[in-house]
C-alpha cells in the first residue's frame, strides 16, 4: 500500500503540475458549491432574522422543524429532489436531472437548514441592544440587520463554514443528483467515492488531501475578514 | 418654536407578565422643555422612555407625536425618526470609538463634515486619546460619553435621557449639562430619567414622580420621597 | 480488542449478487446448514478483491476473471472456484436510435453506437462489468468520445436510472437489468455473443498471508456454493419467472474439495 | 413508482407495527451515534472552551485548522479510519473494521469538528462577565465551566443538534467502516443508500421519512429542556 | 481583628496597548477598613478592582495576601477566594432573580439554612416581589440590588465596589449604606469606586486618588479635582 505521505506529496505535485482533469473537478465542486451557498444565504439569514426578532405563531414550531431539518441525510435530499427532476416527476420537463444545476439545489438544500439554524443560534447571542441603539441612532429596518449581522458576524462565519464545509464534502445527494459524470457532475467527494469504490484508497486521499489544502486557504483568507477572533478573556 | 407639543401621551398601559408597570399615562411634551422622570426603582422609568421612543410597544393607549391617531407600527417609526433614546447601560457596536461616533451621523452629510461634526464631538466628550480603542473595552464613564457623543451627533427632536450622568466624573457631568442645555436651546426636548438629577437641576422644568403606574407632579429636587403616601392623586400634565 | 467470533464469515461481493436478492435467499439456507452465519459487504469488484487482499474480510465472490486470476496468481486467494454465470446485455431506448437490433457481433453494436453519437453511459468505476465493457471497445473499431460517451462512476443500479434519464445506451448485467426493467423506460437491445459470457467466481482469503481469517467458515460456504444442493438454488433463484443465474460449478472440482476439506 | 404520501403511510404503518428488522436499523442507528455523540462531547466542548478562554500560541491556526476539518468529507474520515483499522493498518490487531465501534470512531471524527466549531462560536456570544461573576462569587472553575455552559446553551443545543444530525443521517463513513452488514452494522441512512441503489426509491424515502419523525420528536424533546427559545426582542 | 493587613500592593503595573493606565500601584488594605478610590473616567479605577480581586492579571508588581511571594496563579486563587467584585455593570445570569442569589450561597450550608438567608437578602434588598422574574429583564436599580444581595450572601473577606450606588433610588442607597456598614463592622474590608461617593461618606475611611497611574491621597468630598495639577507626589499609603 502506498504510504499516506506519499500520496499527499503525489496528489500536491499533480495539483500544481496542473493536471486538467484534476483541476476540473476541483473548478466543478467550487463552482457548484460557491452558487449554491449563495443563493442560500440571503432566505437563510432572513429566517434567522425572522426566528430572532419576530414574534408569530408557529416560531417554536418553525425552529423545531427546521433543527429536524438537520437530520435529513443527504441521500433523502437527493432522493427527493430525483423524484421532483425525474422525467416521471413534476418538474421532469426542465430536464435539470444530472446536470450541475440539480447539483446546486441540493446543495441549496442541504445548506439551507444548517445556515438558518445556526445563524439563528448566532443572531440570539447578540444583545438586543445592539438592534435598538442602530433604530434609535437613526438607522432604518434594512441598516440595523446589517448592523446586527456585523456583531453576529463570529458566529455566522461558523455558520457558513459549517454549511460550505457540509456542502463541499457531501457526497449523496451530488452522487444521485449529478450522478458523477466525468467532465460534467464529477465532484471532489463524488470523485473521492468513485476511486475508493475501486479500492484506490491512496487516490482518494489525495483527492481529499487536495479538498482540505483548498478548504484551509479559503478559511485562512476569510479569517482575516473576520476580525474578533481573540479570546474573550 | 417653543411651546410646540411634540408629543402627546394618553392613557398608555404596559404590564410585563402579571406585573402592570405602567397604568394610565398621560402626558404632553414640549418643544425645549426638559422634563425630570422620577421614582423609584423598578418604577417603570426605563419602560416609559423605551416606549416614547419607539422601542417597546404599549399595551394599550394612545401616543400622538403629530399625526393624529394612526396605527402602531407607523406611530413606532416615527418615533424612531423623532426620538433618541439613551440606554441605561449604553450598548457599544464592535468596533472603534470612531466607528461608534460616525454609526450616528446622518447619511447625507459629506466626507468633510463628517470628519468635521467626529472631531467636534470627540473633542466635547474628550474621547480623542482613545478615538481608535475598541468601543467594547471602554471603562464605564467613557461608554457613558460615548453614548452622549452619539446623541448629539444625531441631533434628534427628542431626546430620552436614561441615567445619563451614572458613571461620569465631575468634569464630564459639567459638561454634559452644558451639552444638554444648548441641545435645550435648539428647541430639543428632553426627558431626563435619573435618580441624581443634582447635576443638572438647572435643566430641569418640571418634575414628575412614577407612582403606581401614574405620572404624578412633584417638585423639584423632592422627587423621592421615602413613602409617597401623601402624594397627590393623579393628574395630567403639560411639560 | 473484540474478537470477530468464529462463527461469522465475512463475504465481500459484488452489488449484483447481493441488490439482486440472491444472496438473501440462498444464505439462510446455509446458515441453517452449517450454523456459520455470513456477513454480506457489497461493494465493487475492485474494492471487494482490495478488502480481501488485505484480509479484512474471509471470502470474496466477484466477477470479473483476469483480474480474479491475478488476485489469485499474487497468492492472495487460494483457489478460484466457478460458481456460476450470466450474461452482459446491451439496454437502450425503446426506438433504438443507433439501431443495434439487427446487430451481428457486440463489437458491431458498439461500432454503431460510435457511428451514430448516440449517448453512451459507462460504468467508469473499474467494476467486472466496467472492465468488461472497456474490453468490448478494445475489440470494436472505434474509440468512445466525450461528446456522446459518459462515464459516470456508479453502480449498475444507478448508471440504469442514468441511461434512462439521457436516453442513452448501456452496458449491464442480466442479473441487476431483471431487477430493474420493471422501473426502466429501456430495453434490451442487443444479447446474446459469446464475448458477453460473465462468471463469477468464489475465493477464499490465503489463510497462509492472513492467519487471523475464518478460513474454515471460508471453505464451508465455498463448498456450500459448489455442492449439489448450492448449485441448484442458484438454479431456482427467479425474480418472477426470469431465471437470473446459471450455475456452473465444476462437479470434478466438487469431489476433489469433499475430499480435501 | 409508488406516490410519495402512499409510501408515508406505508412506513408509518411498518415503524408502528413494530417491524423487528426496521427497529433494529433504527435502534443499530441511534445506539451509534448517541454513544459517539456521548464520546465526543466533552473533548469538544474543552477544545471550544480553551479556544475561547485560554491565550495560547498557534490558538489562531487551531480554529483555521478546525474550521477546515468541517470540510472534510465524511469518505475521507471514513478511509482514514479504514486504512486505519484494516488488518494491514496500525491498528489492524485490535479487528474493529466492519463493527459498531468502528462506526462509532467514524462518527467521533465527524461530529468532533462541528461540536468544537460551533461549541466555540456559542462560548464567544456569552459575555465574559458571565465567567468573572461565577468567579467572583465563589464558584471554583469547573462550577464556573458550567455556568458558562449554561448561559450558551442555546448555542450549545444548536451545536448539539447540528451535530447528531449531521452523524445520524451521514452515510459515506458508515458505510465503509460498518459495511453495511444486516443485522449487525446497517444504520438508517445506509439502508436508504443501499434501498436506492436498488431502486427502490420509495423504502428509502419511507426510511427517510422514519428519521425524520424520530428526529423531529427528539428535537422537540431537547427544546424543552432548552427554555431560551422566545425572541430576542 | 482590625488593623490586620489583609492586602500588600507593590509597585503594580499595568497597560492596555500602548496605554500605561496604572503605573505603580502601591496600596496596604487594613481589615475593617473602607477605602475610596476616585479619579476621573478612564483612570484605571475598575482595572485596579479588576486586578485586586483576582480577575485581571497585572504587567508586574506584587500583591501578597498573606501568603506572601507566590506566583500570580496562586495568588490569582487566593484573591478569587478571598475577594468580591461588584461589577460597574453587574451581570445576571440566565435565570429568577432567585437563582441569582443562591448561586452565591456557599454550598456547604443546609437547604434551610439557605432559604434563610436568601429570604433575608431579598428582603433587605427589596426583591421578594419580583423573585421569580427572570434576572435578564431587571431595570437597572434592580440588578444593582441583586448583586449586592449576592455579596451579602457571598461574604468575601475584601469587597471590591465598581458604583455600587449607581442607578440606585434613594432608599436603596440608604440601605446599602447600612449594609456596608455592618459588614465593615465585621471586619470586611471595602475599596469603593465611586463619582457619588456622597452617600456612602460616613463609611470611608481614606480617599485615594488615581492620577496618572499613580495613587495620592486626598481629602473626601475633594476627590475629583478638575484640575489636579496641584496634587502631592505620589507616595505610600496605609487605608
Ligand atoms: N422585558 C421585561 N420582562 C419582564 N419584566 C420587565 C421587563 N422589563 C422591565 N421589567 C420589569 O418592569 C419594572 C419596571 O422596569 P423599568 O426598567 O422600567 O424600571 P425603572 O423605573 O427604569 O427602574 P430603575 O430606576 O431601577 O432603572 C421592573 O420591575 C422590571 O423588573
Ligand atoms: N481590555 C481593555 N483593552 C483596552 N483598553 C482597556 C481595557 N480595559 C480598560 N481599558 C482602558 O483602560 C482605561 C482605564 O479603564 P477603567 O475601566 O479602569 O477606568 P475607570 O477608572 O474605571 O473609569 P470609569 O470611571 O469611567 O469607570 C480606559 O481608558 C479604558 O478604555
Ligand atoms: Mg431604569
Ligand atoms: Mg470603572
Redesign the interface.
Known amino acids: 500500500m502506498e504510504s499516506l505521505s506519499e500520496s499527499t506529496v503525489n496528489a500536491l505535485a499533480l495539483l500544481f503540475s496542473g493536471n486538467a482533469e484534476l483541476w476540473e473537478i476541483i473548478g466543478i465542486s467550487f463552482r457548484v458549491s460557491f452558487i449554491a451557498i449563495t443563493v442560500a444565504v440571503p432566505p437563510a439569514l432572513m429566517t434567522a432574522f425572522a426566528l430572532t426578532y419576530l414574534h408569530f405563531p408557529g416560531r417554536r414550531l418553525l425552529i423545531s422543524i427546521n433543527s429536524t431539518l438537520l437530520s435529513v441525510p443527504a441521500v433523502v435530499v437527493g432522493l427527493t429532489l430525483y423524484i421532483l427532476l425525474s422525467r416521471q416527476g413534476p418538474l421532469g420537463e426542465w430536464k435539470l436531472l444530472f446536470t450541475q444545476t440539480a447539483m446546486v439545489l441540493g446543495q441549496i438544500a442541504l445548506s439551507f437548514p444548517i445556515l438558518a439554524a445556526m445563524g439563528h443560534a448566532a443572531l440570539q447571542g447578540v444583545d438586543r441592544r445592539a438592534w435598538e441603539t442602530a433604530r434609535t441612532l437613526g438607522a432604518g429596518p434594512l441598516r440595523a440587520f446589517s448592523t446586527v449581522i456585523r456583531e453576529a458576524r463570529f458566529g455566522l462565519m461558523a455558520a457558513l463554514l459549517a454549511a460550505f464545509g457540509r456542502i463541499i464534502a457531501e457526497v449523496g445527494a451530488s452522487m444521485m443528483l449529478g450522478g458523477n459524470i466525468l467532465h460534467y457532475t464529477r465532484n471532489i467527494p463524488t470523485a473521492i467515492a468513485l476511486e475508493t469504490s475501486k479500492g484506490e484508497f491512496s487516490q482518494g486521499i489525495a483527492l481529499g488531501i487536495v479538498l482540505l489544502v483548498l478548504a484551509f486557504t479559503l478559511n485562512a483568507l476569510l479569517q482575516n475578514f473576520q476580525g474578533r477572533g481573540h479570546p474573550v478573556s | 418654536m417653543k411651546d410646540d407639543i411634540l408629543l402627546t401621551v394618553r392613557s398608555v398601559k404596559k404590564r410585563f407578565g402579571r406585573r402592570e408597570v405602567l397604568r394610565e399615562i398621560e402626558l404632553d411634551l414640549k418643544s425645549g422643555h426638559c422634563l425630570q422622570l422620577g421614582g423609584p426603582n423598578g418604577a417603570g422609568k426605563t419602560t416609559l422612555l423605551r416606549i416614547l421612543s419607539g422601542l417597546e410597544r404599549p399595551d394599550q393607549g394612545l401616543i400622538d407625536c403629530g399625526d393624529g391617531r394612526i396605527a402602531w407600527k407607523r406611530i413606532r417609526r416615527r418615533l424612531l425618526e423623532q426620538t433618541l433614546y439613551l440606554h441605561q447601560q449604553p450598548y457599544m457596536f464592535d468596533g472603534t470609538v470612531r466607528y461608534n461616533l460616525a454609526y450616528a451621523l446622518p447619511n447625507r452629510l459629506s466626507a468633510n463634515e463628517r470628519e468635521e461634526r467626529i472631531k467636534q464631538a470627540m473633542d466635547w466628550a474628550g474621547l480623542e486619546p482613545i478615538r481608535n480603542t475598541s468601543a467594547k473595552e471602554l471603562s464605564g464613564g467613557e461608554r457613558q460619553r460615548v453614548s452622549l457623543a452619539r446623541a448629539w451627533l444625531r441631533q434628534p427632536r427628542m431626546l430620552m435621557l436614561d441615567e445619563p450622568t451614572a458613571n461620569l466624573d465631575r468634569e464630564s457631568r459639567r459638561r454634559t449639562l452644558n451639552l444638554l442645555t444648548s441641545l435645550k436651546e435648539t428647541g430639543m426636548s428632553l426627558v431626563l430619567a435619573s435618580h441624581d438629577p443634582l447635576h443638572l437641576s438647572t435643566l430641569i422644568d418640571r418634575c414628575l414622580l412614577l407612582h403606581e403606574g401614574r405620572l404624578v407632579e412633584t417638585e423639584p429636587f423632592k422627587i423621592m420621597p421615602l413613602s409617597p403616601s401623601h402624594l397627590p392623586s393623579p393628574m395630567r400634565f403639560t411639560a | 480488542?473484540?474478537?470477530?467470533p468464529k462463527n461469522i464469515i465475512?463475504l465481500a461481493t459484488t452489488?449484483s449478487t447481493d441488490?439482486s436478492g440472491l444472496l438473501a435467499a440462498l444464505l439462510p439456507k446455509f446458515t441453517e446448514a452449517s450454523g456459520y452465519e455470513v456477513?454480506?459487504?457489497?461493494?465493487?469488484t475492485?474494492?471487494a478483491?482490495?478488502?480481501g487482499r488485505?484480509?479484512?474480510v474471509d471470502v470474496v465472490l466477484v466477477h470479473a476473471r483476469a483480474t480474479e486470476d491475478k488476485f489469485v496468481a499474487e497468492g492472495y486467494g487460494e483457489k478460484r472456484y466457478g460458481v456460476m454465470y450470466n450474461d452482459f446485455i446491451i439496454v437502450g431506448p425503446k426506438d433504438d436510435p443507433a439501431g443495434i437490433r439487427s446487430a451481428k457481433a457486440v463489437t458491431q453494436a458498439l461500432d454503431l453506437i460510435a457511428q451514430t453519437q448516440s449517448l453512451f453511459v459507462s460504468r467508469?468505476?473499474?467494476s467486472g462489468t466496467h472492465k468488461k465493457e472497456q474490453y468490448l471497445w478494445n475489440k470494436s473499431e472505434t474509440r468512445p468520445s466525450?461528446t456522446w460517451y459518459?462515464?459516470?462512476?456508479?453502480?449498475m443500479?444507478?448508471v440504469?436510472?442514468?441511461a434512462?434519464?439521457?436516453d442513452a445506451y448501456t452496458l449491464t448485467d442480466r442479473g441487476t437489468w431483471l431487477?430493474?426493467h420493471n422501473?426502466s423506460?429501456l430495453e434490451i437491445r442487443f444479447e446474446s455473443d459469446p464475448l458477453l459470457y460473465n462468471p463469477y467466481g468464489i475465493i477464499a482469503v490465503n489463510p497462509v498471508r492472513?492467519p487471523?481469517t475464518n478460513h474454515d467458515g471460508a471453505m464451508a460456504l465455498i463448498k456450500w456454493f459448489i455442492s449439489p444442493d448450492g448449485q441448484t438454488m442458484i438454479g431456482e433463484f427467479r425474480i418472477g419467472k426470469d431465471q437470473l443465474f446459471t450455475p456452473s460449478a465444476d462437479a470434478g472440482e466438487f469431489a476433489a474439495f469433499s475430499k480435501a476439506y
Chains 1, 4 share one sequence.
Not at chain 3, 456477513?39 to 465493487?44: L, P, R, W
Open positions: 480488542a473484540e474478537e470477530y465475512r452489488t441488490n456477513h454480506v459487504i457489497a461493494v465493487g475492485g474494492k478483491l482490495r478488502m488485505d484480509g479484512d467508469g468505476d473499474d466525450k459518459r462515464e459516470a462512476g456508479q453502480g443500479g444507478k440504469l436510472q442514468i434512462a434519464e439521457l431487477a430493474y422501473k423506460p492472513h487471523d
